[in-house]
């Protein structure tokens, strides 16, 4: 059980944060035009889940996954948006995108009077913490070596 | 600009909670005079670098917003509300959970119009104006205007476009201080155009962005 990378985007699309653990297969683009890929993907993977539904709607899009990956997804209403890739055994992590959000991303950054908002996240005690916290979350093994 | 509170009065304590997804969260108690005398010496310092009220009144919208747009994140993480589904739910949660949250008060919503498009919030008492006493020559100074600018700054980033202005302050002799809050229109996202944010042509993409949401 792995965890893979972590994407933060605002409402506009650009990339605030990127940080990766384990991740061994690059996308062969550069890093600009995967985050616009991204963004492109969840935004409109959004609207449709929004359209399409055929019962009311609770939280949306939360998630998706591949053979090999599923892909964790968190958006406030203020518009940031939080995208996790893990391995598949991972159920949800929508709780540990909601702690990265409230008690990482808001106290760290949002509340620090150096970090101009909407605004790519410089801040080191930010990844520093994150990185902790991402390691300490029980499904952050070494890599599978079956996946 | 302010008088001596009396001698008698209990400082009033302000509960600032941590984040309630904390498992180590503990209350960090506030005395709400040191809020009070904060707020004073903040609009006294205004008062003496800008000469007329007007641009007191300006600056300190300036300030609230710039705080309303933090403050909203802070307010979505620690209240864990979700996104308000028409512009009575949004009165009511800022009413009952965030001005309770921040100020320790909860403002009465009365006044709503015919359209359901403005409404006002009725502060019994603000805690921002505990010692204070306007002097004769700053009668058109907005002394918390800052709360005008938060509230704007704040509904700005949850894609509302509100314009808050104060109607009634107890400062100027009402008996009560009436904010009146009016929706405006839905801000919509401006998003990057469809090239840029997708290299490859995804044929579905195009309709799909045309989508209201």
């Known amino acids: 059980m792995t965890i893979h990378n972590l994407y933060i985007f605002d409402r506009g699309g650009s990339c605030l944060f990127y940080s990766e653990w384990h991740r061994r297969r690059a996308p062969g683009i550069p890093q600009e035009e995967e985050f616009k890929l991204m963004f492109g993907m969840l935004f409109s993977l959004r609207s449709f889940v929004n359209k399409m539904s055929p019962t009311d709607m609770k939280d949306g899009f939360v ?30 992590a929508r709780d540990a995108l909601q702690h990265i959000y409230s008690n990482l991303f808001v106290e760290l950054v949002v509340k620090n009077p150096l970090c101009p908002p909407r605004a790519p996240v410089q801040s080191v005690l930010f990844r520093q913490r994150l990185d902790a916290f991402v390691r300490s979350l029980p499904y952050f093994g070494p890599k599978n070596p079956n996946s | 600009m302010s008088r001596q509170g009396g001698r008698g009065t209990e400082s009033k304590k302000m509960y600032w909670y941590l984040p309630f997804i904390s498992p180590s969260a503990s209350l960090q108690l506030m005395n709400s005079e040191l809020f009070t005398l904060t707020y004073g010496a903040l609009v006294t310092q205004l008062c003496k670098d800008y000469e007329n009220d007007d641009d007191v009144n300006k600056q300190l919208d300036k300030m609230g917003y710039n705080i309303g747009v933090r403050l909203i994140e802070d307010f979505l993480a620690r209240s864990n509300v979700g996104r308000c589904h028409d512009f009575r739910e949004t009165a009511d949660v800022i009413a009952k959970i965030a001005f309770k949250m921040y100020l320790g008060i909860t403002p009465s919503i009365t006044n709503w119009s015919p359209g359901g498009d403005e409404f006002s919030l009725i502060l019994e008492n603000n805690p921002l104006v505990d010692f204070v006493e306007l002097p004769d020559n700053h009668s058109t100074l907005i002394y918390s205007n800052l709360l005008c600018g938060v509230l704007r700054g704040a509904l700005e980033m949850v894609q509302m476009a509100v314009d808050v202005k104060f109607v009634q302050d107890t400062l100027k002799g009402d008996s009560v201080t009436e904010i009146r809050m009016k929706f405006i229109r839905r801000i919509e996202d401006n998003l990057p155009a469809g090239e840029e944010c997708c290299p490859f042509p995804f044929p579905w993409r195009l309709p799909m962005l045309s989508f209201q949401l």
């Open chain 1, 63 to 92: 998630s998706f996954h591949t053979s090999r990956y599923r892909l964790h997804y968190l958006e406030t209403p203020s518009g940031l948006r939080l995208a996790l890739n893990t391995d598949l055994g991972v159920a949800s």
